[in-house]
């Protein structure tokens, strides 16, 4: 037999415990010793692990926020460049009007910029306070950044089938003239 812990020996022999308890609490020890297994996790190993889990889980969620987050202002920042490199310079003393943000806005244009933006061969985009006239080529690359950017484009496939009644519709309007000269 193994020698025995002194102070188990003491206990022994003072009569405060028996010697049935003093074997199984070696065979327990020994049990631990030599176990592959690790002891079971008691419950304040459980709560730290299930603790450190979710801050895993929150950080992961926090990280991937923040990498959305920096990509969309990525991609703003692109569509802003372009808007100053591409941008057409705008001339004339002609208004044209256009609806952004519940508002009618005016820019001054000459014929030849009317009828472009008229063709959708411009379209009008918003940077920061102000509107600028781009190519067609640039204003579907800051569209595919950031659609918000772009105020109006008359070139822009909406899709949309025309009503059944636009051929009586035409036939009828067309006994109206309309003056050359009118200007929205």
């Known amino acids: 037999m193994a020698k025995a812990n002194p102070l188990q020996e003491q206990l022994l022999k003072a009569g405060l415990v028996k010697k049935s308890k003093v074997a199984e609490a070696a065979r327990e020890q020994n049990k631990a010793r030599h176990a592959k297994a690790p002891p079971e996790p008691n419950e304040i190993q459980r709560d730290a692990e299930r603790a450190r889990a979710e801050k895993a889980e929150r950080d992961r969620a926090l990280a991937a926020d923040r990498k959305a987050q920096s990509r969309i202002a990525e991609l703003r920042a692109q569509a802003v460049q372009i808007i100053e490199d591409k941008k057409v ?49 640039a204003g579907d690359k800051v569209r595919e950044r950031d659609a918000s950017m772009i105020v109006l484009d008359h070139g822009q496939d909406t899709g949309a089938a025309p009503s059944a009644g636009t051929s009586e519709d035409d036939a009828y309007y067309a006994q109206f003239q309309v003056p050359d000269d009118l200007v929205w």
């Open 89 to 137: 310079p705008r001339a004339g003393e002609s208004e044209y009007r256009f609806s952004a943000d519940g508002a009618i806005r005016t820019l001054l244009v000459n014929d030849d910029l009317r009828k472009k933006l008229s063709s959708g061969a411009l379209v009008i985009a918003r940077l920061g306070d102000r509107y600028e006239l781009l190519p067609r080529a």
